[in-house]
């Protein structure tokens, strides 16, 4: 298992930019999936984007086109870049770390998106 600490989490206006960092306790390299969730509040946790072992992607329909995921393997970090942040994009996003015997969460960041 990993401990993973997500952060970058804050306060931006509506079309703003944020990016969100995890980083990991042990290497990220062979790690299968490398994820970021979100949950708003009064919903379910969902999938907002994905990293692969191999640097593939895959994101949430809500979020193509905005948001990046890319990953640092020398500093076993995963970043999510937002851009033209809605207020939709409200909630705590988690950084998850996902392989045949690991399944870690972080604690959590909060994205505020207002005027």
């Known amino acids: 298992q990993v401990q993973l600490v997500e952060s970058g989490g804050g306060l931006v206006q509506p079309g703003g930019s944020l990016r969100l960092s995890c980083a990991a306790s042990?290497?990220?390299?062979?790690?299968?999936?490398m994820d970021w969730y979100r949950q708003a509040p009064g919903k379910q946790r969902e999938l907002v984007a994905r990293?692969?072992?191999?640097?593939?992607?895959n994101y949430a329909h809500s979020v193509r086109g905005r948001f990046t995921i890319s990953r640092d393997v020398a500093k076993n970090t995963v970043y999510l870049q937002m851009n033209s942040l809605k207020p939709e994009d409200t909630a705590v996003y988690y950084c998850?770390?996902?392989?045949?015997?690991?399944?870690?969460w972080g604690q959590g960041t909060q994205v505020t998106v207002s005027s």
């Open positions: 998850n770390a996902r392989s045949i015997t690991m399944d870690s």
């Open positions: 042990g290497s990220i390299k062979s790690i299968n999936f």
């Open positions: 990293i692969t072992n191999s640097d593939m992607t």
